[in-house]
């Protein structure tokens, strides 16, 4: 789930490359490979150059609060595609930059735009791998979206990291593309009174002559939009209860740790059933960040969660949330994207994960919440292609409830044996991996007595909604596995 900015933010001009920094002579568009940049299709297409992969980024930061600076210097390790690269393209907002190496020698870059085009001293070789480094400093602040600044956002104590869909670049210089999926290393040094959390395994932290380095590694392939940091004045929770075996933290304002404790007092139970319904946890701990500003929805990265004040309540409020964010675990980080038209393969799945935490743990079963997400998009324009919506719908809320009714009738079409068993080997046999909706269709084939074609071309492929998902038996669909309530 994005990060939604307030009204301010939707008025902010153009927040990238206002100054730029020019070091050869090139247009501003820069040159493009028959291949060309972007992730396509409308969808984010000046973002990330498909032209090579990324690795492996090891960032080294250096944040002060107060005047919201950042000096970082930022090591990528990639590899080049099929053909050499005389030269290529990173994604970074307006920063002040200081030397640009490939393979520890100075290049050429021009920096307009958002884009930063290196120019290597020679030629990188078709599948060589190369490394980039670069220097840069500046105010980081959120760029601009057709949703408002998304991106690092200054809190009144703080700040904190929203990447999705296209925020990574205003923090780090990267390949800003989902499906290029990388390990990460993050180093950030801040003020020693500040907790900072960053999605990923604390390795280490130190700290001297006031200030505190946290070193964070994740090693499972991430995409650049799920990369976080929080930093804030927070009080440290955890190992929460440790089912599933699975270390889940949380960073908790002091003033809403009671409450947190009652709201988030089920996540270890959540752990327990998704592993179950959806295989093993796919990364090595779960973090959850509280802030002490309100946020309009919580934000989504690869082991971390954020949410705002608002959102804890003392009475589990949230509660929906609070699972929705944990599916997208397995749903959206770990089982990615290929490109953003295939959006509802994460906000669909999350959201009948909701429903099922509620069928479980005794609250209205999926098909009665069904019937009721069915007669609200009943009453709502019917001009959204689920399967390929356009651009600025991807965040929809119609995506989000119709992807999960989608899942619903899938589930009614297979009965819960074949259903329950086709959604864990889904998430476990592209686990780390990017996907397509054509992916999902053929993978549900697999499992379907019947052919399920004019099902999905309902769902996925025409504006107008298809009738309410009709179970197969009366009351609750069964699980696999025998209940006690």
């Not at 991106?151 to 499906?179: H, K, M, Y």
């Given at each position: 789930?994005?990060?939604?900015?307030?009204?301010?933010?939707?008025?902010?001009?153009?927040?990238?490359?206002?100054?730029?920094?020019?070091?050869?002579?090139v247009s501003d568009q820069g040159p493009r490979s028959a291949a060309g940049e972007g992730s396509g299709a409308g969808y984010f297409a000046t973002h990330g150059d498909p032209r090579y992969r990324v690795h492996r980024y090891e960032l080294a930061l250096d944040y002060r609060p107060g005047p919201n600076r950042l000096a970082g210097t930022a090591r990528i390790g990639a590899v080049a595609g099929e053909r050499p690269l005389p030269e290529f393209?990173?994604?970074?907002?307006?920063?002040?930059?200081?030397?640009?190496?490939?393979?520890?020698?100075?290049?050429?870059?021009?920096?307009?735009?958002?884009?930063?085009?290196?120019?290597?001293?020679?030629?990188?070789?078709?599948?060589?791998?190369?490394?980039?480094?670069?220097?840069?400093?500046?105010?980081?602040?959120?760029?601009?979206?057709?949703?408002?600044?998304?991106?690092?956002?200054?809190?009144?104590?703080?700040?904190?990291?929203?990447?999705?869909?296209?925020?990574?670049?205003?923090?780090?210089?990267?390949?800003?593309?989902?499906?290029?999926?990388?390990?990460?290393?993050?180093?950030?040094?801040?003020?020693?009174?500040?907790?900072?959390?960053?999605?990923?395994?604390?390795?280490?932290?130190?700290?001297?002559?006031?200030?505190?380095?946290?070193?964070?590694?994740?090693?499972?392939?991430?995409?650049?939009?799920?990369?976080?940091?929080?930093?804030?004045?927070?009080?440290?929770?955890?190992?929460?209860?440790?089912?599933?075996?699975?270390?889940?933290?949380?960073?908790?304002?002091?003033?809403?740790?009671?409450?947190?404790?009652?709201?988030?007092?089920?996540?270890?139970?959540?752990?327990?059933?998704?592993?179950?319904?959806?295989?093993?946890?796919?990364?090595?701990?779960?973090?959850?960040?509280?802030?002490?500003?309100?946020?309009?929805?919580?934000?989504?990265?690869?082991?971390?969660?954020?949410?705002?004040?608002?959102?804890?309540?003392?009475?589990?409020g949230a509660e929906r949330l609070v699972a929705h964010e944990l599916a997208h675990q397995w749903f959206g980080n770990s089982v990615g994207l290929a490109d953003w038209r295939h959006i509802w393969l994460n906000e669909g799945f999350a959201r009948y994960a909701e429903w099922l935490w509620a069928e479980r743990s005794g609250g209205r079963s999926a098909a009665a919440q069904a019937a009721v997400e069915h007669a609200q998009l009943g009453a709502?324009?019917?001009?959204?292609?689920?399967?390929?919506?356009?651009?600025?719908?991807?965040?929809?809320?119609?995506?989000?409830?119709?992807?999960?009714?989608?899942?619903?009738?899938?589930?009614?079409?297979?009965?819960?044996?074949?259903?329950?068993?086709?959604?864990?080997?889904?998430?476990?046999?592209?686990?780390?991996?990017?996907?397509?909706?054509?992916?999902?269709?053929?993978?549900?084939?697999?499992?379907?007595?019947?052919?399920?074609?004019?099902?999905?071309?309902?769902?996925?492929?025409?504006?107008?909604?298809?009738?309410?998902?009709?179970?197969?038996?009366?009351?609750?669909?069964?699980?696999?596995?025998?209940?006690?309530?």
């Amino acid at each position: 789930m994005r990060f939604e900015a307030d009204a301010r933010d939707t008025a902010r001009p153009e927040a990238v490359g206002t100054t730029g920094t020019e070091h050869e002579s090139v247009s501003d568009q820069g040159p493009r490979s028959a291949a060309g940049e972007g992730s396509g299709a409308g969808y984010f297409a000046t973002h990330g150059d498909p032209r090579y992969r990324v690795h492996r980024y090891e960032l080294a930061l250096d944040y002060r609060p107060g005047p919201n600076r950042l000096a970082g210097t930022a090591r990528i390790g990639a590899v080049a595609g099929e053909r050499p690269l005389p030269e290529f393209a990173l994604d970074l907002a307006d920063f002040r930059l200081g030397r640009v190496l490939v393979n520890g020698h100075r290049a050429r870059y021009t920096h307009r735009a958002g884009k930063l085009r290196v120019r290597p001293e020679t030629a990188i070789g078709a599948r060589a791998a190369f490394t980039v480094e670069v220097h840069y400093t500046g105010n980081p602040k959120p760029v601009r979206s057709p949703w408002g600044g998304v991106g690092w956002e200054e809190l009144t104590d703080g700040s904190l990291v929203a990447g999705q869909p296209i925020g990574a670049p205003s923090w780090f210089p990267c390949n800003d593309r989902p499906d290029d999926k990388a390990a990460y290393q993050i180093s950030v040094t801040a003020p020693s009174v500040y907790t900072v959390a960053v999605s990923g395994r604390l390795l280490t932290h130190s700290t001297g002559a006031g200030n505190t380095t946290w070193v964070y590694e994740q090693s499972a392939p991430t995409a650049s939009y799920l990369v976080s940091v929080s930093i804030g004045r927070y009080d440290t929770i955890g190992p929460l209860e440790p089912h599933a075996g699975v270390p889940q933290f949380a960073h908790v304002p002091g003033r809403l740790v009671p409450r947190f404790l009652v709201d988030f007092a089920r996540q270890p139970e959540m752990m327990t059933l998704f592993e179950e319904l959806f295989g093993p946890y796919p990364f090595g701990e779960y973090t959850v960040v509280v802030t002490d500003d309100e946020l309009d929805i919580p934000i989504e990265a690869q082991g971390l969660a954020t949410f705002g004040a608002n959102h804890v309540d003392g009475a589990r409020g949230a509660e929906r949330l609070v699972a929705h964010e944990l599916a997208h675990q397995w749903f959206g980080n770990s089982v990615g994207l290929a490109d953003w038209r295939h959006i509802w393969l994460n906000e669909g799945f999350a959201r009948y994960a909701e429903w099922l935490w509620a069928e479980r743990s005794g609250g209205r079963s999926a098909a009665a919440q069904a019937a009721v997400e069915h007669a609200q998009l009943g009453a709502l324009a019917q001009d959204l292609l689920l399967g390929a919506p356009r651009p600025k719908l991807i965040f929809d809320e119609r995506i989000y409830a119709r992807g999960a009714l989608t899942v619903h009738a899938v589930r009614c079409a297979l009965g819960d044996a074949d259903f329950f068993a086709m959604l864990r080997d889904w998430a476990t046999a592209h686990r780390h991996g990017v996907v397509t909706t054509e992916d999902f269709t053929a993978h549900v084939a697999r499992y379907a007595a019947r052919p399920l074609t004019e099902l999905f071309d309902a769902w996925l492929y025409d504006e107008v909604l298809p009738p309410l998902p009709q179970q197969q038996r009366r009351g609750r669909l069964g699980w696999p596995w025998a209940t006690s309530g």
